[in-house]
C-alpha cells in the first residue's frame, strides 16, 4: 500500500532512515540547475529569433510516443529495462511541454522494480530532419523494495534530452533520449538513476 511521499509502507522490519533536509537540497538544487539551463536557452532563442508568419504563431503541435528503456538504479547498483510512454505539446516558438510516464518491470531482482510519473517544460530546435530537445521535470517515483517488503512514493527531479529523427510524414523516429533523475526523499538517503531510451514519436495533429 503507497503512503505520502518519503513514507513507504512496510511489511516487514525494515531500517527507516530518512534523507531528510539534505536529500530535499539535493533535489532542490538539481531542479535550480535544470530552471537555469532553460532559462539560458530561452535567452539564446530570443537573441537569435526571426519573425514568425501570423498564421503559425502560437499554433500547438501534440505528438505521442512509445520507446524501450534501459536505467541504472543507484539502489543495489542495478540495472533495469521498462518501456515509457510520453506525450509531447509544442510550440513554433521551441517552448513546450513533456509528460512521460516510465515502468522499469523487467530485469527484476527480488522484484525491485520502479514506475516514474512526471511533467514539465521542454525546449526544441529543428535542424533540417533533426530535432535536438532539453527537458526538465518535476514527478514522483513508486518504488517496490525486495522481496515486496515495502513500496514507497517518492518526489523526483529529472533533467534530460534527446535527438529525434524525423521518418517519414507524422512519424519520427526518438533515436535517443538520456536522463538523469534525483530522489532526494528516498528512504535510505538521496537515490539517483540515469538511463537511456529509443523509440517512435507520432505527431497527433
Known sequence: MLQ?????????TVDRRRVGHRGLRSGIRVALWV??????????????????????AGRLKISAGATE?????????????????FVDIDTRSHFGLELEGRWLEWN?????HAETYSVGPRYHKNIG????????????????FPYNLAQGRYLMVTGGG??????????????????????????????SSVGASAGIRVLLF
Open 35 to 56: 530552471a537555469a539551463l532553460m532559462f539560458c536557452l530561452g535567452i539564446g532563442r530570443t537573441a537569435q529569433a526571426q519573425v514568425v508568419e501570423a498564421g503559425d
Open 69 to 85: 528503456s534501459g536505467y541504472y538504479l543507484q539502489y543495489g547498483g542495478r540495472k533495469m529495462l521498462g518501456v515509457t510512454g
Open 129 to 144: 530532419k533533426l530535432q535536438i530537445y532539453g527537458k526538465g521535470m518535476l514527478g514522483y517515483g513508486n518504488f517496490n
Open 162 to 191: 534527446g535527438l529525434d529523427y524525423h521518418f517519414r510524414d507524422r512519424v519520427y523516429l526518438r533515436a535517443l533520449d538520456v536522463e538523469y533523475q534525483n530522489w532526494p526523499q528516498f528512504t535510505y538517503g538521496a537515490m
Open 108 to 112: 527484476k531482482i527480488a522484484n525491485v
Open 4 to 12: 505520502e511521499f518519503g513514507k513507504p509502507s512496510f511489511a516487514g
